[in-house]
């Protein structure tokens, strides 16, 4: 099992970035997520989907600015970031599981290794 992100970049305040992962080695329908990590604080939870699509979460500070999508044909999961701010700036991670609920308190069994994003 596999999960490659990329599109980590420095990027102005008010711009936007849109955050890949590549999965690969395991049958692609486990629920998936991306959190954050900024230096010293703790990991967040920042969105989840669920394999179909159907149910998303987003923690309020992204709420309406960032947008979660599975690309299923391709193995790809999206992190659409727009009006990006500083307090953004963190190393975000995907993850993946069967399980939904396990995707949003952080405990999947799948992680990438992280794609830096610097707001300033």
């Known amino acids: 099992v596999q999960l490659v992100e990329s599109g980590g970049d420095s990027v102005e305040a008010g711009g936007l970035l849109t955050l890949s992962c590549t999965a690969s080695g395991f049958a692609f329908d486990s629920d998936m997520g991306w959190f954050r990590q900024a230096p010293g604080q703790k990991r967040e939870a920042v969105a989840a989907?669920?394999?179909?699509?159907?149910?998303?979460m987003y923690v309020d500070s992204v709420k309406g600015r960032v947008t979660i999508s599975i690309d299923k044909n391709k193995n790809i999961l999206y992190l659409e970031m727009n009006n990006v701010k500083p307090e953004d700036t963190a190393v975000y991670y995907c993850?993946?599981?069967?399980?939904?609920?396990?995707?949003?308190?952080?405990?999947?069994?799948?992680w990438g290794q992280g794609t830096q994003v610097t707001v300033s």
């Open positions: 993850a993946a599981d069967p399980s939904f609920a396990k995707i949003v308190l952080g405990r999947a069994n799948y």
């Open positions: 989907v669920s394999t179909g699509g159907s149910s998303t």
